[in-house]
């Protein structure tokens, strides 16, 4: 690497500027970036309070000299580009020469470095931003870092840190991420003495995946590969029945950064199609190369998004990718006559015209349909608040001044849009959010069994491999999802094993809704008190209930309405969302100028 | 092109069964139809999802000329059922209209080209054996019932068939029971093998099966695809992928009560248990003691209900509560007269089985009692 350069103003201001650290997370996902682009074959870091108290990353990368390591925490210093046309073509992870200032000033920082050719190592000490002592020490070849008490100064942002397991969680998410991005560098995270992540760098994408979600899930993925010349698309997708409610669980890696890409993601929901139950979504650790001009990945402040100059072409490379490895697996009918996509020699890619293709799709799946339920959003490291946690707490608020008028009890006419249930209460009106009603039904039911649990014990029961954060809240939630009816035990490692489950729930797919409910709980962190068990109870209700978009008998429509004219809050869900809108006889009179 | 004419009867009857292979769910429109062809001296008709059912059926007709077309199951079904006259002609031109004429009325139907229609592939070097009727009809009702719903574990949504030369072992489980039936037959393979099929296509061939027929049921079997003959009908399907729950070690092994009780008294005892069990989970205690079973249902909205039936006890006195409906799953797939309920630990699992019979089993998790 070579040696730092204070970048010019005027490329200082045509990169996007923005806050780097918002929690523990980000100075993971900044300081191993940072190792991995000093060329390091091994990575160890340790946590300790989730990251609150210390996070240390040590590296046997390329380290650095005294004047380097001095220069590091000022702003704008990197080694990574140095004109202003590299940045069109980015291959590191940094490139802004931001992160380690920004970390710094909000932390005590250690950086003890020494560069392979030297005798001698730098020790800096930095406290919020200004080095306090400098010295020479003895130290292996590579890098250390460690930040202690993250946010001690800023008493303000220290307040927005979650619990000691929420944090820990995201750490190892990402770092999970970025040892699927570079399967080749052998990465360990310990949390408090414990090894929670070990990946041997043995550059094996199945092993990595294995390591991360369990080794039954990494049974269960597929090879993908694909190179065009100027593309290559390779990695893991899952068999169609190995899939999960959210989209946390698909990893794309483009030119080895981890990101999140909506074009990709909507590329792969096409590739499985139909072979997909709705409201699921594949997983997927697939790396993505293509020539860096194409690849924009200075659009957002941290870096987690990128930008395709050939979007559609990218999204149909994709596609096909997976196609042909589901086709090749067996598990979709082969397709002879499909067009094969290559660039010509300007770089574009020929074959049928992308976005007819695109449109022509679109008549049959929304791509965009699951971006509309906000619940499903990942939790961005560095966005704001998580999103679920948002819809409790405004739930109190917004079910004030909602009041279900009628007396009359509400009759079900028939479904409407495989979503609502047109109703009559006297002479109104109702439309009803099944969604939602369903939600209310079963939280009542799990509610009124809290003394008299009704569980169903299980022929097979449910082995569960959990990610890290997963695992802490399941630890958490053991004893309340108990009292729920979910029997929980530790299997030994990651595993946990389920004995039962809420009899009343014995219809539905109950695995897959304690799935996604630890998922759901995984991503807006832990939290304490009788909160957490309301929010349990939401949680829970919302993943058992059926869901907008299915089709459901007269029978069924007529026992969920039943059950709710028997519920004692029908109007409003357990989230606190409106289940009923009335359409008065009155309103209609008017319409009708009567 | 098509010019074929038939009986009104037996084209309805074919009609109807094989629409049952509409899904209505596919993608491309040529799917949801029912594709007819006109071979030498027959009619063809086909409808499949591609997926878990292919339904085939074949009729005798009078072929004026050879030829394909497609049209939309439900109007085909309600042209073909809602006409009086006893003989019915089809005749397809090239814009793949259908001319449907029966006495004086006459329709012309909107289809597809044959062309784009897709079926199944072949099955090329198939296992085949013969069941009657009667036995596979016997074996299915058994258990097609245990298969789960939830679509989100796909391979529990069918049943897994052990084939091997001796005879067949099919066991099915949404994972709260789990139900498993032998059956004795000669199957021409020397190693044994296995098949999960879909519940779906189990229920069609189930549909079309005669309970006390002793005609034969031809199975082909193959690594992907399964199909099976009966009468003039073929139901094919796609296997199930994946491998399916070592469910050996759930069977349990030993018990140290067992309750013998007749079998209609039983059921009939927990239906009227379920008008209050309904409440609450389906939920029923069972207890015995001094030759009696006593089932009881309690529900905090509704009371309580019991009632006492007379039993073999032996063993330990049992007390372990079930999900009712389970039960009653069970007892009705069963002709004997006498069950025998195998129960150990209130929260281990108890076995349900004919008395003096081991070629059925149902093994049924309880709930808490509490
Ligand atoms: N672990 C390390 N080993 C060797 N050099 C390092 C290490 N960490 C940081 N550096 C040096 O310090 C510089 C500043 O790091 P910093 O993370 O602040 O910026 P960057 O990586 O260039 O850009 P970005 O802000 O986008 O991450 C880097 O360019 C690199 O030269
Ligand atoms: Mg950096």
Known sequence: MGSIQILSEQMANRIAAGEVVERPASVVKELVENSLDAGASRVEVTLEAGGRRLIRVVDDGCGMDAEDAALSVQRFATSKIAHPDDLARIETMGFRGEALPSIASVSQMRITTRPHDAVEGTMLTIEGGEITEARTTGCPPGTTIEVANLFFNTPARRKFLRTTATERGHCTDWIGWLALARPDVAMKVAHDGTVLLACPGRGDLRNTVAEIYGSNVARQMLPVEMDTGAVRITGLVSRPELTRSSRKHQVFIVNGRYVRSMALGHALAEAYGILLPSGKHPLCVLHVEAPPELVDPNVHPTKIEVRFSNQAEMHNLTQQAVEEALERAGIRPQRPTRPKMAPDAAGRWEGPDAATQMRARRLRVNPFADAVDDRDVGVEVHGEEPVVDAVFRDAGSRAEGLEFVTEDRLEALGQLAATYIVCRAGEDLLVVDQHRAAERVIADRLAGQRGQVRRQMLVLPITLELTDAERAVVEQYREQLDQLGFQIEPFGGADFIVRSVPASLTGGAVEDALRAIVEDLAESGTSEGPEASEKLLATVACHAAIKAGQALTDREVHELIEALNASPTPAVCPHGDPIIVTIPRGDLDRKFRR | ?370
Do not use: W
């Open chain 2, 1 to 370: 092109m098509l010019n074929v004419s038939c009986t009104q009867t037996e084209l309805y009857e074919a009609v109807q069964t094989v629409s049952h292979g509409v899904s209505g769910r596919s993608t491309q429109p040529v799917q949801n139809n029912i594709y007819l062809e006109s071979t030498a001296d027959q009619l063809r008709l086909v409808a499949t999802d591609l997926e878990f059912i292919s339904l085939e059926a074949v009729i005798n007709a009078s072929v004026v000329d050879q030829g394909a077309v497609t049209v939309p199951a439900r109007l085909l079904t309600d042209v073909v059922g809602s006409v009086g006259a006893s003989e019915i002609s089809l005749r397809a031109n090239d814009n793949s209209m259908l001319t449907v004429e029966a006495g004086r009325s006459s329709f012309l139907i909107r289809g597809m080209s044959a062309a784009d229609f897709e079926m199944l592939p072949p099955m090329e070097d198939a296992l085949e054996f013969e069941l009657t009727q009667r036995d596979l009809h016997s074996i299915l009702s058994q258990i097609v019932f245990a298969t789960s719903r939830d679509e989100t574990r796909p391979i529990l949504t069918g049943a897994l068939f052990n084939i091997s030369p001796g005879g067949l072992e099919v066991v099915a489980t949404d994972t709260y029971r789990l139900a498993l039936r032998r059956m004795t037959a000669e199957i021409p393979i020397d190693e044994p093998t296995s098949a999960i099929i879909s519940e779906r296509a189990l229920n069609e061939i189930l549909r079309i099966l005669e309970p006390e027929s002793e005609e034969p049921v031809r199975v082909s079997l193959t690594d992907s695809q399964v199909s099976c003959v009966v009468g003039n009908v073929t139901v094919g399907s796609r296997l199930i992928e994946g491998q399916f729950p070592n469910y050996e070690k759930v069977l349990p092994d030993s018990s140290d009560r067992r309750v013998t009780v007749d079998r209609e008294g039983l059921t009939d005892s927990l239906r009227r248990m379920l008008i209050v069990a309904r409440e609450d989970a389906n939920r029923i205690v069972l207890r015995g003691s001094d030759g009696e079973l006593t089932i009881t249902a309690d529900s905090q909205d509704v009371g309580h209900a019991e009632e006492q039936i007379p039993a073999t006890l032996e063993g330990e006195e049992p007390e372990i509560a079930f999900n009712a409906r389970y039960l009653l799953d069970a007892l009705q797939a069963i002709t004997q007269e006498q069950v025998v309920l195998e129960l150990s630990q209130p929260l281990a699992p108890g076995t349900l089985k004919p008395l003096d019979s081991d070629d059925y089993l149902y093994v049924i998790m309880p709930m808490q009692i509490m």
